[in-house]
């Protein structure tokens, strides 16, 4: 019996643990990163395309911002977060959302979040 190796596991479980923790969160926010990004792109091509196709549906700025939160599936999106302008290049939708990473030690990072898409009138 090896009495002098007896704590060296506990110390290198202490030593690894909270980086293997940071990888292992860190592959978790990317993942929710992309996620979140990916939907808010989807929800403004989908209230773009609505404004210049759709004038029942989305008529006003107010009904093509209210399309575009109900098409952000799984976000919790204000309808403020997105703009509705109508440039040369047809009906514009932009949003900007704010994202707040769980890492550890760097809970108070904030990223914004932007995502636009115009549809041809």
């Known amino acids: ?16 643990l909270p980086a293997l923790l940071v990888i292992v969160l860190g592959i978790i926010d990317t993942g929710r990163l992309l996620w979140t990004q990916t939907t808010l792109e989807h929800a403004v091509e989908a209230a773009s395309r609505c404004a210049a196709i759709d004038t029942t549906l989305c008529s006003t700025a107010a009904q093509t911002q209210t399309y ?3 098409q952000a599936f799984g976000l919790q999106v204000a309808t403020t977060n997105f703009t509705v ?19 550890p030690y760097l809970t108070t ?13």
């Open 68 to 70: 575009a939160v109900a």
């Open 85 to 103: 302008s109508t440039p040369a290049c047809g009906k514009n939708v932009t949003a900007s959302v704010p994202f707040v990473l769980i890492i």
């Open 109 to 121: 990072t904030s990223l914004t979040l932007t995502a636009t898409s115009c549809y041809p009138v």
């Open 1 to 16: 019996m090896m009495m002098g190796r007896s704590g060296a596991v506990g110390v290198e479980y202490g030593l690894l």
